[in-house]
């Protein structure tokens, strides 16, 4: 075994035929660990950074990945960050369960590789993740000892059962509102042939078309309340833009939409992948809020994985108060950080990214 440093971006893509078969052995089996996810990400956020992609190969084979970036210390400080960082719920180290001589080599391989980064910045790692014993190594490296803290709760709902059993459970007053509500709209907007009804579309795949409505609807929303989205973020609105027709076109994106004439009104955009559905981002039209359209929107999701046999519906990272409607079981994430280093002067010494970092992690939730 030997592992090897991935530096460019060509170097990077050649890793595709191996890179989610691997995913898929490791306890880091998320959406946000594939290949299109990542080197996506790579492709639109690499100015004023550095690869530190480690491979781990087993004669001669991907065997192992440390999925890693430094800042080129101009821009950015001279921190480890995993890729994707800042719009990734999850990350971690990509290696075979029951492999540890494998991140034993990517971690040894990273202190090898010293002198090409100063801090660590590792967020969302898995509480329960096994890499955690081995990324201790790291954290007493130079002169400020890195500390594990605590960042996020990442409700999930175990999908067991049919749907209709499940649905039982939410309670009388939780289904009576969807219900109630639907009658209510269909009374007040729904005339003979004029097409207003309410219409729930199950969506797999998404083109630029798509994505305009997104970023219309999610500008009503910051308009009226202030609520921010990635759609308006430009760098990220147009990773998105990439990114989101590339996973539907590898059956790993779901979307339950609300429409009516044809107008969107709602979605719960979510990634899919090896039987789990993760809700990344819901959006409604704030003009029509009395009637809950991102909570039917996510009850026409749910019934479509109970019934396509998935076995785990993911909040993802957030302790949004409806998340806890549909679930008490929660994950948490951790992260590995250096303290920023305080000049003479008294000014931290912080990276671009980390405070670019945080500032995303808000605008996602409903």
Not at 123 to 130: A, G, H, L, T, V
């Amino acid at each position: 075994m030997e592992a090897r440093l991935i530096k460019d971006a060509a170097a990077f893509a050649q890793l595709e035929p191996f890179w989610n078969p691997i995913v898929v052995q490791s306890s880091s089996n998320t959406c946000h660990s594939t290949f299109e996810w990542l080197f996506t990400w790579w492709r639109h956020f690499s100015a004023g950074r550095n690869l530190l992609l480690l491979v781990a190969y087993e004669h001669g084979t991907p065997a192992g990945l440390a999925p890693l970036y430094v800042g080129n210390g101009e821009m950015e400080s001279r921190d480890l960050h995993f890729l994707g960082q800042g719009l990734s719920d999850y990350a971690d180290f990509i290696v075979p369960r029951d492999r540890p001589d494998i991140m034993e080599e990517l971690v040894a391989t990273v202190l090898a590789y010293r002198q090409l980064w100063n801090g660590i910045d590792l967020e969302e790692i898995p509480s329960e993740s096994p890499s955690r014993v081995f990324l201790d190594r790291l954290r007493q490296v130079g002169g400020t000892p890195a500390e594990w803290q605590t960042t996020v709760r990442c409700p999930y709902l175990p999908i067991e059962g049919s749907w209709e059993a499940f649905y039982a459970t939410m309670g009388k007053g939780f289904r009576h509102e969807v219900r109630n509500k639907v009658n209510r709209w269909n009374k007040l907007n729904s005339h003979p042939g004029e097409g207003q009804e309410l219409c729930c579309i199950d969506r797999r795949e998404v083109d630029g078309v798509f994505v305009d409505e997104v970023v219309a609807l999610s500008d009503k929303r910051r308009s009226a309340d202030g609520h921010r989205s990635p759609f308006l973020n430009n760098p990220d609105q147009e990773f998105l833009r990439e990114v989101l027709p590339l996973m539907g076109g590898r059956n790993q994106l779901r979307v339950g939409e609300v429409r009516t004439a044809g107008v969107l009104l709602a979605f719960v955009l979510s990634l899919c992948w090896q039987g789990v559905v993760y809700t990344w981002n819901t959006q409604y039209d704030p003009a029509y809020s009395a009637y809950s359209l991102g909570r039917m929107a996510l009850v026409k999701l749910a019934e479509k994985s109970f019934s396509e046999g998935c076995h785990e519906l993911n909040f993802m990272r957030g302790e949004e108060s409806y998340k806890f409607e549909w679930t008490q079981v929660s994950r948490t994430n951790l992260a590995l950080r250096t303290e920023p280093m305080v000049e003479p002067d008294g000014d931290q010494q912080t990276s671009r990214g980390r405070g670019a970092l945080q500032a995303t992690q808000g605008e996602r939730s409903n």
